[in-house]
């Protein structure tokens, strides 16, 4: 797709063109990690039931593992997701704007997550990992005497790979954008019908 917009453009554009794929590719990567976690928690949870619904025997790591598995799936198969379009969006008022105006929320929405809530997921993330890293502490409530920063690795690099995949959207967006008619046709503009 993209490598079709920029044909015939700058050596600086192929260099882009190249670092969208890499990003995406990584973002593709890390949706596979996400299903290795999904088959490992199917894998712990089905041992737990069947250790304590067949042999009253539960075990005591399942829980804790299962919840930590869940947080990598939701934190590092965050950024597969987006390259997907599988994110939560409401589409009541932008479905109905012209094609240009919705290349435009996009890229302005994608920019205020990325400079707000995705910036300070990874600076916060990050800081809690070193803080765990360097005071080896573990989670006083969990059954794991695992320390903490084994779990918390999860929220910078989750967080790195949205900052990667939204970058990646963004120039996407505005690759659309610009391939799109400076004045949109009458049928491209909102029919307001009402909200069904």
Known sequence: MLSNVLKGRGCLSRILDSSIRAIDYLSILAGGFAAICIAIQIVIVFYEIVMRSLFGRPTLWSFNL?????????????????????????????????????AILNIVTYALSLTTFLSVLFWLGLKMFMQNLASGSADPFATLTWP?????????????????????????????????????????????????
Not at 66 to 93: C, E, K, N, P, R
């Open 66 to 102: 299962s919840t930590y598995l869940l947080i990598a799936i939701g934190l590092i198969g965050s950024s597969y997701a987006m390259l997907h379009g599988s994110h939560v969006s409401v589409q009541i008022i932008a479905s109905r704007l012209p094609k240009r105006a919705q």
């Open 148 to 196: 903490l920063w084994t779990v918390y690795w999860i929220i910078p690099v989750g967080a790195f790979l949205l900052i990667l995949q939204t970058i990646s959207t963004i120039y996407k967006a505005v690759i659309d954008l610009r391939s799109l008619k400076k004045t949109p046709e009458a049928a491209d503009f909102p029919r307001f019908k009402g909200i069904v």
